[in-house]
Structures are given as C-alpha cells and as structure tokens.
C-alpha cells in the first residue's frame, strides 16, 4: 500500500484545514489508519485513529473536539478534519495504515506510511 497524504499549509490560529489520505496500489479498506504528527524538535506524536469501517476512532486528548477522522473507502480515502487549529498543531502529519482492522494509537501497529504534509498555524 502507498499512502499519499495531502492537505497541509499555512493558516492562522482558529483556522481549518482538511487533511486527506489516499491509498494507492491497493486499497486499505480493511486497515485502520491512524494520523501522527511531528513538531519541529519534538518526537513523532499519535494524533488519531480510525477502524476500518469508520464506526470506532481515537484521539489523544489534545486534540479532542477539534480534530475529526472519517474515511470513505469507496474512495479509499481517510481525513482528517481540524478544526480550531492553534500553533502548537504545528507539525509535519502523516497517515499510516495498520496490519490490524481495529483502531489503535501503538505507532508500532502501523506498516505503511505517507510522506507526511506540513501544517502550519501561526498566531
């Protein structure tokens, strides 16, 4: 599976951004796929996760109520929708896909992974 992650850019505190996850070469439909993140100095982050029918997601508690992950696997696609988006959201995100079908936060779980896109939130 190749994971093509999109979306990312440079918006100002309270803004929105709507990240995608497209899979490639095959589909992920049966995978979870989890969002993480890394800040400039800082180590890679789990940000959120979704199982593979869409119906179970996870967040880590910073970005509880603004962040939002659905998937539509007739397009074999994941998003992340980020709402309220303050400077420390700052980060490179990327989508990964896991061998297993139900949600988990352990970046271990997770085999293939995006190039990541850069989100920037300035104050």
């Known amino acids: 599976v190749q994971l093509q992650a999109s979306g990312g850019g440079l918006v100002q505190t309270g803004d929105s951004l709507r990240l995608s996850c497209t899979a490639s070469r095959r589909t992920f439909s049966n995978n979870a796929v989890g969002w993480f993140r890394r800040a400039p100095g800082k180590e890679r982050e789990f940000v959120a996760s979704?199982?593979?029918?869409?119906?179970?997601?996870s967040y880590v508690d910073s970005v509880k109520g603004r962040f939002t992950v659905s998937r539509d696997n007739a397009k074999n696609t994941v998003y992340l929708q980020m709402n309220s988006l303050k400077p420390e959201d700052t980060a490179v995100y990327y989508c990964?896909?896991?061998?297993?079908?139900?949600?988990?936060?352990?970046?271990?779980?997770?085999?293939?992974w995006g190039q990541g896109t850069l989100v920037t939130v300035s104050s």
């Open positions: 979704i199982g593979w029918r869409g119906g179970t997601t």
């Open positions: 990964a896909a896991a061998l297993r079908s139900t949600i988990t936060s352990d970046v271990r779980e997770y085999r293939y």
